[in-house]
């Protein structure tokens, strides 16, 4: 039952990569439209601009959640394509702790760039 | 190209065309690798490619090496790939493929054992991995019925155009991931074990999870949908895995019950005979 329990999370994650990387795309490319309704930044990728953003809570949980799940929705189907290749069950395993190590250390990487930017002076 | 001057077709019957067979040979105690084979075949009215291969044996070539049966697309042994396709050479006319060449070959993902026959053996294991048969909890009932589960007509049409599968293999042939992973269960099995787990009458959804859902089960198939394109019995094995797949997705976000399984049907104590309807007649032998 554990793959099914990985595919409903997989299921999960794509729906919050949905909302988040939507909110991030409008808030990068319109962003024309953001500051007409008076709740954006001109030039949103200016360093500047991201620096601001990332001073923010909401921006700082907003990262760490879409980075979880890209990373985790991501890694997942990468994973079982290299899966659908017929490996050998020793190569199953090394697959699995391979992806889930890597992607909890990037996980780890990364938050800790949010929460040091978040933090900052 | 193989010809005869053997009377080819009975005398007064019309040959509509000519088509030229093209078909893999291969026998593993004689020949290094597959090669084709051409044979020309005179088509009459109705003739299936069954029936050419059939006039090949009897005319050409008596080594020509296939399974088939009942001729009539409901045994499922004469699955083969014909003209790009996976299908019952009985089931198809010469005709209706509308080409003066037919390719024909033994089925794509299954290793060959002669010419045109596959070796079903991994099919059939696949299979029986799901535990296809009805599991109950009342073990001493199904062993010693007493009377019969009630199921409503509409429970049955949940799960019956599955149970049509004539295990004939094409759909596993059409498949692409059974084409690059070998372990995977497969639209067939993988059917078979839905047709269970929508069957009232079934309580043994737990004791298959664990081959369902594996790392090779539900969760591999990509949705293309060719094992329901090629199924000759409108069975749409595709469908089947969807709806699984959404069943225990259902279940694991607790947005869906087990189902309650069918108990034996109430016996009729008090019945009346109606007058209306004759009696039987009388047996002739006594």
């Known amino acids: 039952m554990k793959e099914s329990t990985l595919w409903v999370w997989h299921i999960i994650a794509g729906v919050v990569i949905f909302v988040l990387l939507g909110i991030h795309m409008f808030i990068m490319h319109l962003d024309d ?6 709740i954006g930044y001109h030039d949103p990728i200016s360093a500047s601009s991201v620096f601001a953003r990332s001073k923010q809570a909401f921006y700082m ?3 760490i959640v879409l ?23 020793a190569g199953e395993k090394i697959v699995n702790w391979l992806f889930a190590l890597g992607g909890l250390a990037l996980f780890v990487y990364g938050t800790y760039v949010a929460i040091a930017i978040f933090t900052s002076v | 190209m193989c010809k005869t001057d053997a009377p080819q077709v009975d005398e007064g019957t019309r040959v509509l065309k000519e088509v030229t067979f093209k078909i893999l040979r291969y026998n593993p105690e004689t020949d290094k690798a ?6 020309t075949v005179p088509v009459i009215k109705g003739m299936t490619v069954l029936d050419g291969l059939h006039w090949i044996k009897e005319n050409v070539d008596s080594t020509l090496a296939w399974r088939s049966s009942c001729r009539m697309g409901v045994c499922g042994s004469c699955a083969m790939f014909i003209n790009g396709l996976p299908r019952l050479a009985c089931n198809n006319q010469i ?25 079903l053996e991994g099919f059939f294991q696949k299979h029986r991995s799901v535990k296809p048969y009805l ?43 059974v084409a690059t992973d070998d372990k995977y269960l497969g639209p067939q099995a993988l059917a078979q074990a839905w047709r269970y787990i929508a069957d009232t009458r079934d309580d043994g959804s737990k004791e298959r999870e664990e081959e369902i859902f594996s790392g090779h089960g539900a969760w591999r198939c990509h949705f293309a ?15 089947a895995i969807q709806l699984l797949k959404q069943d225990i997705f259902m279940k694991k976000l607790r947005l869906r019950k087990e189902k309650s399984v069918a108990q ?7 019945w009346e005979r109606n007058p209306n309807i004759p009696n039987a007649p009388e047996p002739t032998v006594k």
Not at chain 2, 264 to 270: D, H, R, S, V, W
């Open chain 1, 33 to 38: 439209i953001l500051v007409a309704l008076g």
């Open chain 1, 61 to 63: 949980v907003t990262y």
């Open chain 1, 67 to 89: 980075l979880g799940a890209a990373l985790y929705h991501g890694l997942y189907g990468l994973r079982n394509i290299l899966f659908e290749l017929s490996l050998p069950k």
């Open chain 2, 34 to 39: 597959p090669s084709v084979k051409s044979y």
């Open chain 2, 95 to 119: 005709v209706h493929l509308d080409s003066d060449v037919i390719n024909i070959k033994p089925l794509p993902n299954y290793d060959i054992i002669r010419d045109l026959v596959p070796d």
């Open chain 2, 135 to 177: 599991i109950r909890k009342d073990v001493e009932e199904l062993e010693s019925p007493t009377g019969e589960y009630f199921q409503s007509p509409e429970e049955l049409t949940n799960y019956i155009q599955f149970a049509y599968c004539i295990k004939c293999g094409l759909c596993l042939a059409a498949c692409p991931t």
């Open chain 2, 225 to 239: 949908g060719a094992c329901s394109e090629v199924c000759p019995k409108g069975v749409d094995p595709a469908f």
């Open chain 2, 264 to 270: 034996l049907a109430p016996k009729i104590e008090k």
